[in-house]
């Protein structure tokens, strides 16, 4: 392995080692080890696999810091893998000389704002392990074309904009595992456009990715996101977002895990997304969907969202299952919280725990709230207590409420209604449901509106 020393740089944290640094790079072995100390640069180290062959980048036990003083990316890494992830599509050149180069035992800290952390560029099977990025506009930044990244115990923090960001990349076979992604001003995963495909975020801490105070940015998108997928022009696709902490600050127009398509792409461009076993809260909404189509939503915790647990709008096939949502201890506590779908088709909801959520008005609303829908379930539910109605199907079409418990159990009761079908609604079916403690009508529903058949209802 080089050592960098011997090419002259200082490690001192005032020096510019940037040419040192850079030398080595180039004259090396292959192996840049930086040992322990503070490299202050100027601009890129760029490690260019086609012209250098494969490398990597060492720290020394974590006790080496970059410090990035100019702009742009502290560490380039370049390639030229044009094909995809299999075997047969690489050339004999892109095994030879630039197949899995890796940073590893390293932070790098931004000093000027626009320094990005490590940039990635049509490389493959790249591995970034034990790295801390920090105060850098972009902690990780993957462009144009990369495969086979991995992602695993690092921490991204602090960042001016993204921890990770896929920005407009050409993007497949991707696992995040095991970081530390947190207080990144805008978001703690980013994906614009592109084409992504197969993104695994396991087992991470992702929390506190908000910019406190500030509401919106300077494109007047909402800022304040863990997750942040956003595909007006790209695909996102084949993802897997499983046993993570996604939480904790409540930022106006902030999710825990905001996922938009576009409505113009067919099949849709957000599409083939399962989100399994997270704790997600304290945020204004958990899980935000716009033309998102073929989602799993199970076994997650989802708390405190100060407008709704899930926002679904325009998407189709959606399962919801076995969640349990907010856990308002008292009456008194902040109004908060509920799941509503616009314009959704071809959807179940089942298994959910949700007690005492307040999402609606007295006038429209309830803790489940479908609006213009078709072909939904909502089935073998505990609504329980809820503050304004339970269920509320406005302008739906052959949906159907089932088997669910939607009691108001407290002595003086505020549920309005169990179940309320209104507008133009038609064909809808309403049974086998037990329901209780509503003030004004257990059942509330047109002749045409809905066949009502098999309730329990209690007093």
């Known amino acids: 392995m080089v050592n960098v020393f011997n090419f002259g740089a200082t ?3 005032t020096t510019d080692d940037t040419e040192s640094l850079q030398h080595a790079l180039e004259a090396g072995d292959g192996v840049l080890h930086l040992n322990k100390g503070t490299y202050r640069i100027t601009r890129s180290l760029v490690l260019d696999l086609t012209k250098q062959g494969y490398g990597a980048v060492r720290g020394d036990g974590g006790t080496s810091r970059i410090v990035m003083a100019g702009a742009g990316p502290a560490l380039r890494i370049i390639g030229d893998h044009q094909g995809t992830a299999r075997p047969q599509s690489y050339k004999p050149h892109t095994w030879d000389k630039e197949r899995f180069p890796s940073v590893s035992g390293v932070e790098i800290v931004g000093e000027h704002p ?12 790249t591995n970034i392990t034990d790295v801390l990025v920090r105060q850098c506009k972009f902690g990780i930044h993957l462009v144009e074309r990369n495969r086979d990244f991995i992602l695993a115990d690092s921490h991204l923090l ?3 904009e993204y921890g990770l960001f896929f920005d407009q990349c050409n993007l ?3 696992i995040v595992h095991g970081n530390h992604i947190s207080w990144n001003k805008k978001a703690g995963i980013k994906s614009l456009d592109g084409d992504v495909h197969n993104l695994q ?3 991470n801490d992702i929390e506190y990715n908000n910019n406190p105070g500030v509401d919106k940015s300077d494109n007047g998108e909402p800022t304040g996101a863990e997750i942040w997928f956003e595909a007006p022009a790209g695909v996102i696709s084949e993802v897997t977002i499983a046993s993570n902490t996604i939480q904790a600050t409540i930022q106006p127009g902030g999710a825990n895990v905001r996922i938009h398509g576009t409505p113009t792409a067919s099949p849709r461009a957000a599409r083939l997304i399962t989100i399994a076993g997270n704790v997600l809260g304290s945020q204004t909404r958990g899980i935000e969907l716009r033309h998102v189509q073929r989602v799993a939503i199970t076994g997650n915790t ?6 709704l647990s899930i926002d679904a709008a325009h998407c189709s096939g959606i399962a919801v299952g076995s969640n349990t949502f907010v856990w308002r201890g008292e009456d008194n506590d902040p109004p908060r919280d509920g799941i509503r779908f616009i314009d959704c088709d071809d959807g179940a909801l089942t298994g959910l725990v949700m007690r005492r959520l307040c999402f609606g008005t007295s006038e429209h609303g309830g803790a489940i709230t479908l609006i213009r829908c078709h072909d939904l379930a909502v089935s073998e539910c505990q609504l329980l207590d809820p503050l304004v109605r339970g269920i509320e199907l406005q302008d739906c079409v052959r949906c159907r409420i089932s088997g669910n418990s939607i009691i108001d159990r407290r002595e003086t009761h505020s549920m309005a209604q169990g179940v309320r079908v209104t507008g133009s609604s ?15 009508g257990l059942i509330v529903a047109d002749r045409n509106a809905a066949v009502v058949q098999g309730n329990t209802l209690l007093d």
Do not use: F, M, P
């Not at 064909?427 to 004004?440: E, F, P, S, V």
């Open 11 to 13: 490690g001192d944290g």
């Open 114 to 125: 626009n320094a990005v952390g490590i940039e990635l560029r049509r490389t493959t099977k």
């Open 158 to 160: 602090d960042n001016h």
């Open 172 to 174: 497949h076979q991707i």
């Open 201 to 203: 975020i396991t087992g």
């Open 302 to 307: 989802i708390y405190d969202s100060a407008d």
């Open 426 to 440: 038609r064909d809808n079916l309403i049974q086998n449901n037990l329901l209780g403690g509503a003030t004004h």
